[in-house]
């Protein structure tokens, strides 16, 4: 969806000072693994302690409930400056993610930018203020999150995960709104190379938040993980509630 990323160039940063986002570098390849119903499938891997394939498997498995009441303002106005940095979310994730960054004014508007090795197609592409290609995405959709737990939650907690870095990344506007309100079950990115670093930052939201996944959705994380099972388990440091002065609907 539209609301919602940043990630570094290539592969995501280590140790970013907006929430601390960690990635893993792992490649990926296809392989073909057992969906469960007696398929001829290679064996999957067993997933290392800090790996995220190993927390695949801390993961609810749930139905996914209806989308009844579900409203973008149930998660705040767009772009909360949550962290109190005197910036909003999307211009900390835009001067997170691109490079050679220009600013309209201060240290805060980006004017412009380069998006290196965009994580969804691969591409460089510009971005310019008032007529950009590039969305800040949101790993985990705000609409899949509502049906997954999100909405018993109290505003103050939908907030922070609409604002949380480990849950936003700079990309292609074109990728990102095929993707709509996909999860990995119906939507992984045409970059193969990135699957594995994009399935990791979704099942790092999702343990950090408490979400639950679908049974699909479990078996399709699982299938790209199994290729990279050393693949490390992304870490955000911004807290799971808003502060008190924010509010959702």
Known sequence: MRYGARRGAGTVVGAVALGGLLLGTAGCKDIEVSDGDGGAASAPAKGAEGSALKAVDGLTVKGRAPKTGYDRDKFGSAWADTDSNHCDTRNDILKRDLKDVKFKTGDCVIASGVLNDDPYSGDDIRFTRGASKIDIDHLVSLSDAWQKGASQW?????????????????????????????????????????????????????????????????????????????QKLPEGTAPTKAPARFRAR
Do not use: H
Not at 158 to 180: C, E, Q
Not at 181 to 207: H, S
């Open 154 to 230: 109290e505003g103050s907690k939908r907030i922070a995960l609409a604002n949380d870095p480990l849950n936003l990344l700079a990309v292609s506007a074109g990728p990102n709104r095929s993707k709509g309100e996909g999860d990995t079950a119906t939507w992984l990115p045409a970059n193969k190379g990135y699957r594995c670093t994009y399935v990791a930052g979704q099942v790092a939201v999702k343990a950090k938040y408490g979400l639950w996944v679908t049974a699909a959705e479990k078996a399709a994380m699982k299938k790209v993980l199994t290729t990279c099972p050393e």
